[in-house]
């Protein structure tokens, strides 16, 4: 083919390709269709055309071992969580996943009931107990599963981003007992922004958007036999909780954190009161 035209252009790379069929074949011969059917509709100026390219090529030079601006681009753009969507269509009782995130880095294990708050943040926040059961979807407890949490603190920071928290700061890996039961003291999270100081920032600035996550802590359950689950609570009230930045909230995952006054009860924890609870079961599908 050497006549190639605006018309017969798409086919013949299309043509072009030579991939055993399966995943691959699919993966490429779509990528290819979708964006020249993006091109025809859009018609980018060259110039326009160059500025998306050195949109990219920034997108990945922000990319270090512990930031990770596709993702980010992945999730403002709703696409994390419709592969989440996809990928979880069938959840037979099983607590609902959200996003991952790009602030995970591993936690050491700690004793159930840990503190998690290590930094100042432990004096200025909102005391908090953590609660619940790690089972099957019959209800079933699950011994051994782990329970690998993180969240940013009061001022919605988490501690990669942060120099004045302890180098490993709202992090903690519980492993359940018997009766399935975790359990942790922390502080209430906040709100806080995505990450707007590169490329993604920019798209969200020109989109009229904020860049705004509603308070929420991170949860990681892994047991042998079972799918891992990642998900989030959110916590119910916040301010941002209908407007996600990243489109990862889900009914199921809102929890009130409820006010305890008593001090006796605070005592308990080696908190003051007022303190917070909240209590959730995590029910994990069995793997087939
Ligand atoms: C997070 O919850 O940590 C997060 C998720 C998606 C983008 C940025 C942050
Ligand atoms: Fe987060």
Not at 230 to 258: C, P, Q
């Amino acid at each position: 083919m050497r006549n190639i035209t605006e018309d017969n252009l798409t086919q013949v790379v299309l043509d072009r390709t030579d991939i055993p069929d399966g995943r691959t074949k699919d993966f490429i011969d779509k990528l290819i269709t979708h964006v020249h059917a993006f091109v025809r509709d859009f018609e980018p100026t060259e110039e326009e055309w160059f500025k998306a390219i050195d949109f990219l090529t920034r997108t990945g030079h922000m990319c270090t071992g512990t930031r990770q601006e596709f993702i980010l681009l992945s999730d403002v753009l709703g696409v994390s969580m419709l592969v989440d969507a996809i990928n979880h269509r069938n959840m037979d009782g099983a607590t609902e996943t959200t996003v991952t995130g790009p602030f995970h880095t591993d936690a050491p294990p700690m004793e159930m009931g840990a503190m998690i708050a290590t930094g100042p943040e432990a004096e200025r926040g909102e005391p908090s107990v953590v609660r619940g059961r790690i089972t099957d979807i019959d209800g079933n407890p699950i011994k051994g599963a782990t329970v690998d949490v993180w969240q940013s603190d009061d001022i919605g920071y988490y501690d990669t981003q942060d120099v004045n928290q302890p180098e490993i700061n709202l992090r903690g890996l519980f492993t359940t007992g018997e009766d399935g039961e975790y359990w942790f003291r922390t502080i209430k999270p906040l709100y806080y922004p995505v990450p707007t100081d590169g490329p993604v920032g920019e798209l969200l600035k020109a989109a009229g958007r904020h860049p705004m996550r509603p308070a929420h802590i991170h949860f990681w359950i892994k047991a042998d036999g079972h799918e891992q689950l990642i998900t989030h609570i959110f916590v119910e009230g916040d301010e941002y909780i209908e407007s996600d930045a990243v489109f990862g909230v889900k009914d199921s995952l809102v929890m009130d954190f409820i006010p305890n006054d008593s001090q006796e009860e605070a005592a308990k924890y080696d908190f003051e009161a007022p303190f917070y609870e909240v209590e959730y079961n995590f029910a994990l599908k069995k793997t087939e």
